[in-house]
């Protein structure tokens, strides 16, 4: 266990004897090793080649000025020392970049970014905006409909190298993609997907050999990649996304050259056929520059008119699982699914596979975060957690007090956050967490629980205790006056809500699990 200091760093003139002074800091002020990780993320503070630190004295500055708004003064740690912790921080920052994952960064197109004929020995993920004009559908208060047009669309999709098969894809109502997004994408492609019963149009179907990898080689469920090559996209180089990949698949990285997205020419040429075969298709096509004809159609399409998003979710799921049913040139007149089948049966070409124990914690691929329990016996409080304006707890954990006051390690679901799962810092299984009070109502997703307490925040919401604040927020978008399309998207993000309906009940009891010595209470 690494070593934390207790006592006061006192002023001293000579070297030694602030063992842990650091680290009491970062414990004290939380925002100080965020300033750093962003720091590191943007590419500000690193390595050079030589191994030598560059970014550090801007670093320093902003840790003092944050420590100062903190209320730190010339009798406490840093001020109170000659360098202002800056040695401490220099072997601080040095740690934490030799302990990142590291991220290969192509050099030479030719011998870096050439492609495979091993299947999953590398896949390419990157995001592609869609061009396309989306509808979006309500009842005001009144009964009536309401149609509203949204902001951009994004598809996050990956793809394996050698078969062009499209593992996962994650469609993003938003005006910009994140990294949860990223990571929903990778998260996607190791889950089996099939192909789908029905459809809300009749007119929509698969054509003959049409599917997924589960459809026809339900042994690859779980198959892991060796290298994923990305482009350098803030989303997709932050620390909190590539960490999680690499040490749970078990793969690397490498980041393509800035601004050449031919070194990725499997998934910009799949990007391509997706508009050639979908997108340009469809009305409210919005066309990929501002000359083409389609596009000037597209623009002038009614309202009505246009693709809701339910539909274009199914159209994706049609066009990908066409697409693999496809001959491809470059795959010698093989479709991707026979490309795949001949080389895994026919070569027997080795796959690997996420262990069963694994498939059941794809949750660990999100960012982790450290929660600190909190509650009192005295007070009757049971434990919980809180993370992004809700509390978490579940049987386990209100009946474990000794936890309160400990950090332990959360994994939310950014696609409905009404859950979350919670391990100690030994690796300890606390089991499933569930959200307390009125957000337990109604399915909601990160972004827009962010988006609602921004509401709340700017005085726009108010919301309390059982009442459901995904619901008063839906009724109060349905009352606004002048329509933009921020509400679109905001509309289209709760326009996949299911309606209010009785309380959930209540999670089942949960196994018993080690914890570590910690006592259990029976209340």
Request: net charge positive; aromatic share 6%; with cysteine.
């Amino acid at each position: 266990m690494p070593y934390q200091r207790t006592a006061p760093a006192q002023r001293s003139t000579t070297l030694g004897g602030l063992a842990g002074a650091m680290g009491q800091l970062f414990d004290q002020l939380p925002q100080l090793p965020r300033i750093l990780e962003r720091e590191i993320s943007s590419g500000s503070l690193g390595l050079t080649p030589n191994n030598r630190l560059y970014g550090l004295a801007g670093a320093h500055d902003k840790l003092l000025a944050a420590c100062r708004e903190a209320g730190l003064g010339a009798r406490n740690y840093p001020f109170n020392q000659e360098g202002g912790g800056y040695r401490s921080l220099s072997a601080w920052v040095r740690r934490r970049l030799q302990s990142r994952v590291p991220l290969s960064v192509a050099r030479r197109v030719d011998d870096a970014w050439n492609a495979t004929a091993r299947p999953y020995s590398v896949v390419e993920l990157d995001g592609h905006k869609l061009d396309l004009r989306v509808r979006v559908r309500f009842l005001d208060a009144s009964g009536v409909p309401i149609d509203l047009e949204s902001e951009r669309l994004f598809v996050i999709t990956l793809i394996d190298v050698c078969t062009r098969v499209v593992l996962g894809w994650q469609l993003v109502p938003a005006p910009q993609y994140d990294h949860h997004d990223v990571l929903a994408a990778l998260q996607d492609a190791l889950r089996p997907r099939r192909r789908r019963t029905e459809f809300s149009s009749p007119a929509l179907a698969y054509r003959t050999g049409a599917g997924f990898v589960a459809d026809v080689m339900p042994q690859l469920a779980g198959a892991c990649w060796d290298v994923l090559k990305l482009d350098n996209a803030a989303s997709h180089l932050t620390e909190d996304t590539f960490e999680p990949i690499c040490r749970f698949v078990g793969c690397r990285m490498e980041a393509g050259p800035v601004a050449e997205p031919t070194v990725r020419p499997y998934i910009e040429r799949f990007f391509g056929t997706l508009a050639e075969r979908m997108s340009s298709k469809l009305p409210g096509a919005t066309g990929r520059h501002p000359h083409d004809r389609a596009g000037q159609r597209g623009r002038k399409t009614a309202l009505p008119l246009l693709a809701s998003f339910t539909e274009l979710e199914e159209l994706l799921d049609v066009s990908i699982a066409n697409y693999h049913a496809t001959p491809h040139d470059g795959l010698n007149g093989r479709s991707p699914l026979e490309a795949l089948q001949f080389a895994v049966e026919q070569r027997a070409t080795p796959v690997r596979t996420l262990p069963l124990s694994q498939r059941e914690r794809l949750h660990q691929l999100q960012s982790v975060h450290l929660a600190t329990v909190r509650g009192s016996v005295a007070r009757g409080v049971a434990p919980y957690v809180s993370l992004y304006g809700a509390r978490y707890s579940s049987e386990v954990l209100q009946r474990s007090p000794g936890l309160s006051g400990q950090r332990i390690r959360v994994y939310l679901r950014p696609d409905d956050m009404r859950e979350a799962w919670a391990y100690l810092p030994s690796g300890a299984d606390l089991g499933r967490l569930v959200v307390l009070e009125g957000w337990r109502y109604s399915r909601h997703t990160l972004r827009l629980r962010r988006h609602i307490l921004r509401e709340r925040r700017l005085g726009r919401l108010r919301f309390a205790g059982e009442q459901d604040p995904v619901q008063l927020f839906a009724q109060a978008q349905h009352r606004g006056g002048r329509r933009k399309l921020q509400d679109g998207t905001v509309a289209l993000q709760l326009g996949a809500l299911p309606r209010p309906g009785p309380r959930p009940p209540p999670p089942a009891r949960p196994e018993p699990v080690d914890l570590d010595g910690l006592s259990v209470q029976n209340f």
